[in-house]
């Protein structure tokens, strides 16, 4: 921790502008619906990500995106619940699936 601050430093919770995103989102009839994801304590939040090939390497090429300012962004997410903005995240996991009985029995005899 650096016990000197420089007038040119931001604070920390300091939200700094990020410019243009490229945003995931899933395809709707007419029109693109904002996907939003969950942080690892499960809260929700909106992505973007700073250049295309980060937006590939960890949602895969098949991702369709758009480009949104971060405002624009966060007007969008606001009203889903998504309160957060997380950009550039680097890991993503699936969505977690309920095994069946059988699996499951199969599962707990593996461990």
Known sequence: MCLFQYDDDPEPEEPV??????????PGT???VLRTFRTPLGERTAVGFTRTDLLVSVLGPEQPWIRLSEPALRALASPLG??????????????VTRLSADTAGVAARAL
């Open 17 to 26: 502008p990020a410019g243009l995103l490229h945003v995931p989102v899933r």
């Open 30 to 32: 007419t029109e693109v």
């Open 82 to 95: 998504a309160c957060r903005l997380t950009i550039d995240p680097t890991l993503t996991a699936s969505a």
